[in-house]
């Protein structure tokens, strides 16, 4: 049997002790109750790695035999360093990896860590779930940022949040400072700068009453996340695409797939599906640890990953 640890990384530190691709048991969390949401970014590296370690030990109980622990966040990372966590800025730089296999190690635990960008995780979280761990599955979710998640693991770099779906010059309102990107539309935050006047929830209800601007901008909504699911599907094939995050309330999936048709024309590419699925702390631990277990395998039957730069 094998037992992993999965933690996820965002407001809180969760941790959870998998078996066999099922979760086994009940949750850790730090700070145990939600509402000291900045308890995280006031830590330093060495805090934050510290709180992951107590978390990780928690979640073990009396399993003994962990074979790997699996570390999801918000941000890019390369080799188990974050390049770029928008987040939790403390951690840019950080040697995650490195430093929470030392601390685990100094507490008795002697598991190979592996940490992945958080919309990875659950992607792999979904395919665990659906007991699909054998199929392609992309994932969005749609929050004060874009994530775009991919499972199976695959070397290289998949932003597809900043995937450019518009060519107009003043579309600036990305997080990353890019033009034209996916997440400069959806975004949550960039909603907020678009309309300063409004809360993206008073424009998705402004829109359904019949105001022109609102209604307008809810239609390139759907077409920027048509357009990156397109520009995903021409590139890599069809199949299955799970929408997730607190904004995906927003969604009309029939309009979305209305915009998807006029962009997807050839055959062969149009056995595609969108799938609303809820967000929850459950399928991302089981995600990340999910992962690590695989990279653990990966590693035994691959060589060293090619660089990019
Ligand atoms: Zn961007």
Known sequence: MAKTIGVILSERVIAGLVVDHHLHGELCCFPANADNEYALIELHTEGLIKVICGQVLAARGPHH??????VALPGLIKNGVV???PN???????????LLTAELHREGIDAPVNVVNDADGMAAGLAANQGKLDSMI???TLGIGIGFGRYPFAPGVWEGGHTVVTLDEKETFCGCGGRGHIEGIMGHRAMRLRFLDMEPEEVFAEAKNGNERCRK???MWHNALAAGTAASIHMSGPGKFFLSGFNARFLDLALLKTCLHEMVKMSPLQGYTLEIVQDNPEVRVLGAAVTAEQAITYAHNHRPEPSYR
Not at 91 to 98: D, F, N, S, T, V
């Open 217 to 219: 901008f809810v239609r």
């Open 88 to 98: 939790l800025p403390q951690l840019k730089g950080a040697r995650i990896a490195e």
């Open 83 to 85: 390049e770029e966590a």
């Open 65 to 70: 035999d962990i074979s790997a622990v699996g």
């Open 138 to 140: 992309r994932v969005w």
